[in-house]
């Protein structure tokens, strides 16, 4: 078993994140593009965050979130997670990326929606919540 210990790793072209490969040469995984942490209550407030410049409520649980360098393309996944802080009120929720009618609206290079839904499906604002990026 070997370490390798370095203070960067630099992909070979720009905009490309690096590649994790086995001892074979097969792909078994990439770099998050970004992620970030915030709080989604009134204004939201960035916890932490990587390739996150801000985040904007647009409407009850449903937020922009703009990233510091734009993707190569549009086709990224996001996944992530919201939790209400304390022992009020209902603390299910659903996070997903943002609804609209159009595809373009919900993902650009420079943007992604995300939304939190409570089991009924209305859209609400949450304490915690988190998202993460690949791809892209």
């Keep these: 078993m070997s370490t390798l210990s370095l203070a960067n790793i630099e992909s070979k072209a720009a905009n490309t ?3 994790i490969k086995d001892s074979n040469g097969t792909e078994i995984g990439q770099f998050a593009r970004a992620w970030v942490n915030f709080n989604g209550r009134n204004t939201p407030a960035i916890r932490d ?3 996150v410049s801000s985040v904007t409520d647009d409407a009850a649980g449903r937020y922009t979130v703009t990233f510091t360098n734009a993707m190569a393309n549009a086709n990224y996944v996001i996944a992530g997670s919201a ?3 304390g022992s009020t009120g209902n603390n299910d929720a659903f996070f997903g990326a943002g609804r609209d009618t159009n595809y373009s609206d919900l993902h ?3 943007f992604c929606t995300v ?3 409570s089991s009924s499906g209305s859209q609400t604002d949450r304490d915690i919540i988190m998202a993460v990026i690949f791809g892209g």
């Design 17 to 19: 994140p690096p590649v």
């Design 49 to 51: 965050s990587f390739n």
């Design 83 to 85: 939790s209400e802080l």
């Design 108 to 110: 650009t290079t420079t």
């Design 115 to 117: 939304s939190v839904c």
